[in-house]
């Protein structure tokens, strides 16, 4: 799906000023990429009409770059679908805090059961595994292999008593051994039968948990969607967690199920490991979708106080690495306009880690100034010519200890390297750069 958004809106781009009919066609390619993609009809049919709505106004027509300014219409329509901000899960007053994971079978519940579980543990809370799938043979000793890897106990009662006795039982347990969270696994069929929403029925009225979550896999695409409707109007879910996100998937999932069941995407998994689980973040997903990483924030802030026409040979720089000491002269003006460039730095995809922290005060820049205004023409757009004997003279010229020029040289040369880092992540796969 972020392959084809790329190829979209790099025609876009290449626009100057858009007519309707130019948008007319962008949007005609982006519903068949999401229809591809497995996003359900209806969902795609409000979804372009909101758009129009939106692109085809004056707005568009007379910005200085329409096509960054559809993709920006389009990625808060797609934060919009996902549900604009991340949902947390609810504690309940009275612990043990109970979540029941119900889904289909192989979507990953017990899988997750433990990520969720660990990830808990984690933010110390104390969880108990409760085992309520009888059926599927070895179900109960997979919870406890996992279990035992994320180091939190499972509680089971063999495969010979009603899974809503277990549940009620494990819940007991946890009250008089002090643990404060109790995660039931329930069991799953390969499709929507009565027998088994009878059972969760059965076993959600009884121990009333605080939350039912609903494991869908990523990779069912339009399926998922109908799971998770059924699922919500047959028991009622409060919350959706997602897997196989790391997997080839289309990615219509995830922005299908929240618009169809209205509840809110809670967690997403991305790998068989224990620890692959993160609160899934709607604007992350959107842009991993758009491809972008949060460079489109950054044009935002940057249109903001630089024209337009600047920000996009600044955005290309950045993704290319060719920035010269010119250009981060010209950045450092900017960035007095724009606010801190730890603020920039971090919106950048890659960034985040590394730069968040970096504060940079008035001094630091005049300094950072004087030695860039010391270089030469040439010693500026290639910085590989700047030898010792350059370095001494710079440091004199610009009143500045040859150390602070060794130092900033070699920061500079980082910051390339790892821009130059970042943009061969954004081309590419990795399960890591996944929702971040
Ligand atoms: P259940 O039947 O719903 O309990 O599903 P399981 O937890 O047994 O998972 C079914 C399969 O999916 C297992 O092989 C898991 O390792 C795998 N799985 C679960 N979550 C993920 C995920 O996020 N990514 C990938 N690649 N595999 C997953
Ligand atoms: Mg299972």
Do not use: W
């Not at 809670?266 to 758009?290: N, Q, W, Y």
């Amino acid at each position: 799906l972020s392959d084809k958004f790329q190829n979209i809106f790099a025609n876009l781009k290449k626009k100057g000023k858009l007519n309707e009919q130019d948008v007319k066609l962008a949007m005609r390619e982006v519903k068949l990429a999401l229809l591809e993609a497995d996003v359900n009809f209806k969902v795609v049919k409000r979804f372009i009409n909101d758009i129009k709505e939106r692109a085809v106004g004056q707005e568009v027509m007379e910005s200085l770059t329409p096509g960054q300014h559809v993709i920006k219409i389009v990625n808060e329509e797609l934060i919009k679908l996902m549900g604009e901000e991340k949902v947390d899960l609810t504690t309940s007053s009275e612990p043990p805090t109970i979540y029941m994971m119900v889904g289909l079978q192989g979507a990953g519940k017990t899988t997750t059961t433990a990520k969720l579980a660990g990830m808990l543990k984690k933010n110390g809370k104390k969880p108990l595994l409760a085992a309520c799938d009888i059926y599927r043979p070895a179900a109960i000793k997979q919870l406890q292999v996992v279990g035992e890897q994320v180091g939190v106990p499972v509680f089971t009662m063999g495969d010979k008593n009603k899974p809503v006795n277990i549940a009620k039982a494990a819940i007991e347990a946890a009250k008089s051994n002090g643990q404060n969270v109790v995660i039931v696994d329930t069991a799953g069929r390969l499709h929507i039968d009565q027998d088994m929403m009878d059972e969760l029925i059965e076993v959600k009225e009884e121990i009333r948990p605080q939350e039912v979550l609903l494991v869908v896999d990523a990779m069912t695409g339009q399926d998922a969607v109908n799971v998770a409707e059924n699922f919500n109007e047959k028991i009622g879910i409060d919350g959706v967690i997602l897997t196989k996100l790391d997997g080839d998937t289309r990615g219509g999932s995830a922005l299908s199920v929240r618009a169809v069941t209205d509840k809110p995407i809670k967690f997403a998994c991305i790998g068989e490991k224990l620890t692959d689980i993160e609160v899934f973040h709607p604007e992350r997903m959107a842009s991993r979708i758009l491809g972008m990483g949060d460079v489109l924030t950054l044009i935002e802030k940057a249109s903001e106080a630089i024209d337009a026409k600047k920000a996009a040979e600044m955005e290309r720089k950045f993704r290319k690495a060719e920035f010269t000491f010119d250009d981060f002269l010209e950045q450092m003006q900017q960035v007095k306009k724009m606010g801190s460039l730890g603020d920039i730095m971090s919106m950048l995809p890659g960034m985040n880690k590394q730069l968040k922290d970096v504060e940079v005060d008035d001094k630091e820049i005049s300094k950072v100034e004087a030695m860039i205004y010391s270089m030469t023409l040439e010693e500026r757009n290639n910085p590989a010519v700047i030898n010792p004997s350059r370095k001494r003279r710079i440091a004199k010229g610009s009143g500045n200890p040859i150390q602070d020029v060794n130092r900033f040289i070699k920061q500079f040369e980082q910051a390339k390297k790892m821009m130059k880092q970042m943009s061969g992540m954004m081309k590419g796969k990795g399960k890591k750069g996944l929702l971040n």
